[in-house]
């Protein structure tokens, strides 16, 4: 079995400059580059769940229900929906409509524009599509913060949100700048719930509508979800026997079995097939790819950076 062993691949015994050398290389020469995305490449673009972000667009949620990350306010059993979507709206636009606070997105899309590429994210961000890679070549695997959904599920269908999510941000009290980001004006209160006429219903059964989020079985693979991974599947295939190159960017071990078990079992599988990882603090490749392998454990953003 692959999994067999694993150890923390970080090449002590090379250098950082060898594995860039070594990243660049691989890169220049494949014949496809498939990115595989989690959580930790929007972390090193700037969109951080707690801390600074976090007391500057949620302070009042923060002061009110006590928690103190956008998660926790997430989960929260809010009393009315009318107080969720108010907490989901914002939630919803500063992580989805808004641009990421540093062009991490940006470099990536530069580094493989002119290949043939093709990306798999865990991510609901966006921001691969907002960088402008091409939508056709790209699989959210668990949704997207643009979408809603009915709640119970009564049918196979998402429905874009950024019209009423534009509205219930107006309707606490902030207003939009030129580039999209948030402002409030001085003098002004914000406001913890949003207008009862704001709130979203399943035009089909009338029960409320929720995120398009991989949280339980209630998700729904749209007819778009499915293309997608047909068109990833199509491209693995196509591939298998030409020089490709894996590239994981922040991914953990919450949802392995999505992409990096399957990049490490193809790795070890297909005869051409190299494996790159990037994550600060997680960068591991399993014994039997070492040698197909370059893990660096530095912060995925000046990675990409000095790939340029």
């Not at 339980?216 to 196509?238: I, M, S």
């Amino acid at each position: 079995m692959l999994f067999k062993r694993w150890m923390n691949n970080d090449n002590e015994d090379r250098s950082y400059e060898d594995k860039l050398s070594d990243i660049k290389e691989l890169t220049a020469n494949a014949d496809a580059i498939v990115i595989g995305a989690g959580a930790g490449l929007s972390t090193s673009a700037g969109f951080t769940y707690s801390g600074e972000r976090f007391d500057k667009y949620f302070s009042d949620f923060k002061e009110r229900y006590k928690f103190t990350d956008m998660y926790s306010g997430g989960f929260y059993p809010y009393e009315t929906l009318e107080e969720h979507w108010a907490f989901w709206s914002r939630y919803i636009y500063i992580n989805r409509y808004m641009d990421a606070p540093k062009p991490v997105y940006d470099n990536l899309y530069e580094l493989v524009k002119d290949k043939d590429y093709f990306v798999i994210t865990t991510n609901v961000d966006h921001c691969f599509q907002k960088a402008g890679f091409d939508k056709h070549r790209l699989y959210y695997t668990q949704g997207d913060y643009g979408l809603f959904q009915c709640s119970e599920p009564c049918h196979k269908k998402t429905y874009d949100n950024e019209d009423i999510i534009r509205k219930m941000v107006m309707a606490q009290g902030y207003e939009f700048k030129e580039d999209g980001s948030l402002y409030l004006p001085e003098g002004r209160n914000l406001k913890l719930t949003v207008p009862s006429e704001l709130v979203p219903y399943c035009p089909e059964c009338g029960k409320p509508m929720s995120m398009n989020l991989r949280a339980d079985n209630t998700f729904v693979e749209d007819e778009g979800w499915h293309v997608a991974a047909k068109r990833y599947e199509q491209f693995l295939e196509r591939h298998k026997n030409l020089n490709i190159v894996f590239i994981e960017l922040g991914i953990g071990y919450n949802t392995p079995v999505i992409i990096k078990y399957p990049f490490w079992q193809m790795t070890d599988k297909w005869q051409h097939a190299h494996y790159i990882c990037l994550n600060y603090g997680q960068a591991y490749a399993p014994d039997e790819i070492k040698e197909k392998s370059v893990c660096v454990n530095k912060d995925i953003g000046e990675v990409i950076r000095r790939l340029l």
